[in-house]
């Protein structure tokens, strides 16, 4: 049987220059996120906090603060236990999200005058026909960058990037899908051509034709 106390220990960098708390949170949220712990699995904080000599404070805090975006939960007699993401989290997330995605794009319009997207998104058609997975997701997170950086807006990238984190393993089974991966590069290329021509009602159709495609596929995954 796996240890996975082991996973959350591995990914917990202590010679960071930064707050503990923040380390620690960080790292079992992306524990949580990207590895595929079984949902019920025992989170002991005494372990965790005694193999890396660290205060149990932060942990505990930590943990309280997962439990409120539903990472883990605490139950009576047993202690803390690996939450799932269910399948009506995802779909608020991507309702949440196409509406966050259209603001941005619409804010890029007032400011647009070029973009080096299309290059962006030749780099990723290339990295596509090399069945290049990860540079596809690099390519595509660094055009999400620059919509955001158009927009001239400070606080909303991260709280599309907070929700994106919820998905991110769902999101790169996403990507592996061949069909579903050269479909998005064709609607990224309509987002920006839309946004280009300042056409609000087309970039809201691709905005939400293109998450919802996402979902999807998403959605089987979770199913299985």
């Known amino acids: 049987m796996k240890n996975w106390m082991d996973e959350f220990i591995a990914n917990t960098d202590l010679s960071q220059n930064r707050p503990i708390k923040e380390v620690v949170y960080e790292s079992l949220k992306k524990t949580l996120i990207e590895s595929k712990i079984p949902i019920g699995e025992r989170f002991i904080e005494k372990e965790y906090s005694d193999r890396l000599n660290i205060s149990r404070t932060p942990v505990r805090e930590s943990l309280k603060q997962l439990e409120l975006e539903g990472l883990v939960k605490y139950i009576p007699r047993t202690g803390v236990v690996v939450n799932r993401i269910t399948r009506e989290d995802v779909i608020e997330i991507y309702k949440i999200r196409s509406s966050l995605e259209f603001l941005v794009a619409t804010e890029a319009m007032k400011y647009i005058q070029e973009s080096d997207a299309y290059k962006l998104l030749d780099e990723t058609e290339i990295a596509h026909k ?95």
Do not use: C, G
């Open 130 to 224: 090399e069945n290049n997975i990860d540079e596809v997701i690099h390519l595509f997170s660094v055009y999400n960058t620059e919509l955001y950086e158009l927009s001239q807006m400070k606080i909303l990238p991260n709280i599309i990037s907070n929700l994106n984190n919820y998905l991110h393993k769902f999101r790169k089974i996403s990507i592996e899908d061949k069909v579903r991966r050269e479909k998005a590069i064709v609607e990224h290329r309509n987002i920006i051509k839309a946004i280009l021509n300042k056409d609000r009602d087309l970039a809201e159709v691709i905005i939400k034709k293109h998450l919802y495609d996402s979902l999807d596929v998403v959605l089987l995954q979770i199913s299985e």
